[in-house]
T-cell receptor, first 111, second 114 residues
Framework: GENVEQHPSTLSVQEGDSAVIKCTYS??????FPWYKQELGKGPQLIID?????GEKKDQRIAVTLNKTAKHFSLHITETQPEDSAVYFC??????????FGAGTQVVVTP | GAGVSQSPSNKVTEKGKDVELRCDPI?????LYWYRQSLGQGLEFLIY????????KSGLPSDRFSAERTGGSVSTLTIQRTQQEDSAVYLC????????????FGSGTQLSVL
């Protein structure tokens, strides 16, 4: 894997609205794309992941989409709740090497 | 426990002292990573161990930093002659294989250099 760009760096949403975070990557060999949620004082927790042979994956209120042609993948959180407030990191890797992480997105859900 | 375990959770040291940070990965995981996270910042890659292969040390910021992984399990990150800029959270993570496997993080060691 090579560099991963993540946008936006901060995201403020009203409770109940949707949040979308987007990452782009450059290595065409990348084949695994996880998303992590990090709460204050804790290590990052894996929340959802997607492999290159799949275009979309859902788990309750969160979903991830992957566009391999455009080399970008996105995290979608619907019906946001205050407990969704955290820093979210995207990552990618190929079958050889180490994970590459995005710079993170601070999500704030306001009641 | 079944997760990645790091110790100590907090470490306060004086400038110039050496410190050792420990990581116990998930049993059976062959890949182990160390990352550094400064306050409010992203994850800075330090070093990557994969099985018996030579580690990828490309992220170590200086020769004061070194890491070992004994018996393919426990890892120790050593920082010699600590500086104030070394203050950060040091995170360890492990996965079952070589790329494409889920990566699990420990809770980190908060290092403060006075």
């Amino acid at each position: 894997g090579e560099n991963v760009e993540q946008h936006p760096s901060t995201l403020s949403v009203q409770e109940g609205d949707s949040a979308v975070i987007k990452c782009t990557y450059s290595d065409s060999a990348s084949n695994y794309f996880p998303w992590y949620k990090q709460e204050l004082g804790k290590g990052p927790q894996l929340i959802i992941d997607i492999r290159s042979n799949v275009g979309e994956k859902k788990d309750q209120r969160i979903a991830v989409t992957l566009n391999k042609t455009a080399k970008h993948f996105s995290l979608h959180i619907t019906e946001t709740q205050p407990e969704d407030s955290a820093v979210y990191f995207c990552a990618e890797t190929d079958s050889w090497g180490k994970f590459q992480f995005g710079a993170g997105t601070q999500v704030v859900v306001t009641p | 426990g079944a997760g990645v375990s790091q110790s100590p959770s907090n470490k306060v040291t004086e400038k110039g002292k050496d410190v050792e940070l420990r990581c116990d990965p998930i049993s059976g995981h062959t890949a182990l990573y160390w990352y550094r996270q400064s306050l409010g910042q992203g994850l800075e890659f330090l070093i990557y161990f994969q099985g018996n292969s030579a580690p990828d040390k490309s992220g170590l910021p200086s020769d004061r930093f070194s890491a070992e992984r004994t018996g393919g399990s426990v890892s120790t990150l050593t920082i010699q002659r600590t500086q104030q800029e070394d203050s950060a959270v040091y995170l360890c993570a492990s996965s079952a294989g070589q790329g494409g496997e889920k990566l699990f993080f420990g809770s980190g060691t908060q290092l403060s250099v006075l």
